[in-house]
């Protein structure tokens, strides 16, 4: 696991020459990548959201599309749409924005619910259908979300189903003293995106992801994960749980973030130090809860303390049998 170990190195590094002091979103902005699942950045505006997202299209050789999502916006101006075309005399199928690689939808919840919806199909399906047609997605397909808190002027809930399409959701929050007044030295004379390079190769990206899928995931983990999922259901705080779409993607982020650790097997601490991220916006919060100013977050992290952590030896045969 050591490629994948120096493949996300290159990636974390090149991405903190831009955000500063945020290591621990940009290991999960990798972690989705790696997954090839679609990241929900939430948090309020100047904060560096967009500049994440930008960063890390930059940082790898794929093709970049942005979506600037407003309360006017159509879901043809999201998938594409077909246009006749008089000289050929058919119809011609012009391309959408969500037709790329590394896909920035900016101000996600700034659009209404239908134009949002527009997402769905190629957030699980990577694949976009449109008139009846159907146009499969490049390869990796990732979808980068930012959002503003629903307090906010201007804003809609993301519908319950887009959420669980979400492998995470991040905050990166403000920076401290010293990163700030980093960040201002920084931009003094030029942007330090203006800058930034390629660092890995499409080659590259997607034997990363491949390897990640032959991980270890031992029985007992699973099982823990399980729990983890089962509890959100059974919580009194919860109104709707997860679903099993999180528990597949708390197993599959616990695999990137072992072989971003340089191991071949998963551990607890990778399904602790992951699950308010992947399973946390996936649940609603029951009303009484919110009257005790109960976030999802808060409840994530009450059942992961109440959850009995599994022991015992959890590599793989192979592993056991060379270390004899």
């Known amino acids: ?97 969500i037709i790329g690689q590394i896909i920035l939808a900016d101000e996600i919840n700034r659009a209404t619910p239908k134009t949002q919806a527009a997402l769905l199909e190629a957030m699980e399906e990577r694949q976009v259908t449109v008139d009846g047609e159907t146009h499969i997605l490049p390869k990796p397909f990732m979808v980068l979300a930012t959002q503003n808190p629903i307090e906010y002027e201007g804003t809609f809930p993301l519908p319950e189903a887009q959420l669980d399409r979400f492998l995470l959701r991040l905050r990166l929050g403000y920076p401290s003293i010293a990163d700030e007044i980093r960040v201002m030295d920084d931009q003094q004379l030029q942007h330090p995106l203006d800058s930034l390079n390629s660092v890995v190769k499409l080659k590259e990206i997607q034997q990363a992801i491949d390897e990640v899928k032959h991980i270890y995931v031992s029985p007992l983990i699973k099982k823990y994960i399980v729990e983890l999922t089962t509890r959100t259901r059974q919580s009194a705080d919860v109104y709707l749980g997860a679903s ?42 029951s009303p009484a809860a919110r009257l005790r100013d109960l976030s999802s977050d808060k409840i994530m992290q009450e059942i992961i303390l109440a959850t009995p952590v599994p022991g015992g030896d959890f590599s793989s045969e192979i592993v056991r049998k060379k270390t004899k």
């Open 1 to 97: 696991m050591a490629d994948i170990k120096a493949f996300g190195e290159k990636v974390i590094g090149n991405l903190e020459k831009v955000i500063v002091g945020k290591r621990q979103s940009i290991e999960l902005i990798v972690i989705g990548l790696l997954c090839q699942g679609h990241i929900l950045i939430e948090d309020v505006p100047g904060v560096g959201k967009t500049m994440l997202a930008r960063s890390l299209a930059r940082s790898l050789d794929c093709v970049f599309n942005r979506i600037q999502f407003t309360p006017d916006m159509l879901p043809s101006d999201v998938t594409g749409v077909s246009i006749y075309n008089q000289q050929k005399n058919k119809f011609e199928f012009r391309a959408g924005p």
């Open 244 to 285: 099993p779409r999180g528990s597949l993607s708390l197993a599959r982020a616990g695999q990137a973030r072992a072989a971003l650790m340089g191991r071949d097997h998963v551990l607890p601490d990778d399904i602790k130090a992951l699950a308010v991220s992947v399973l946390a916006h996936r649940i609603i919060v």
